[in-house]
């Protein structure tokens, strides 16, 4: 079992940053491939970005590459979404997640085992 709690989010003006974080509980956080997600209102759950077990890959959303950047520190059981030049569009509840063996990338949401409860990201014009 992983519990998943997330921190960081919060309202900024456009062009601004914002930096999210993840903590997750247990001893084999390691071994956990982590992704985020983002749900804005009216809309489906979206990848937003993955990172392998080992941080050794990742991947991003067309519509967030180049302005987001997902990084773990596994001695510290946390994933990190450092996210710059920030649009309206970003506006939306971010939840990280993680999946079992982790050693590729998944970025489709039902493929993940746990997920945390959200913190909301908002983004004014």
């Known amino acids: 079992q992983v519990q998943l709690v997330e921190s960081g989010g919060g309202l900024v003006q456009a062009g601004g940053s914002l930096r999210l974080s993840c903590a997750a509980s247990?001893?084999?956080?390691?071994?956990?491939?982590m992704g985020w997600f983002r749900q804005a209102p009216g809309k489906e759950r979206e990848f937003v970005a993955a990172?392998?077990?080992?941080?050794?890959?990742?991947s991003y959303a067309d519509s967030v590459k180049g302005r987001f950047t997902i990084s773990r520190d596994n001695a510290k059981n946390t994933v990190f979404l450092q996210m710059n030049s920030l649009k309206p569009e970003d506006t939306a509840v971010y939840y990280c997640?993680?999946?079992?063996?982790?050693?590729?990338?998944?970025?489709?949401?039902?493929?993940?085992?746990?997920w945390g409860q959200g913190t909301q990201v908002t983004v004014s014009s």
């Open positions: 990172i392998t077990r080992s941080g050794g890959s990742t």
């Open positions: 247990g001893r084999t956080f390691s071994s956990y491939g």
């Open positions: 997640a993680a999946v079992r063996l982790g050693l590729a990338i998944i970025s489709n949401p039902s493929r993940y085992d746990y």
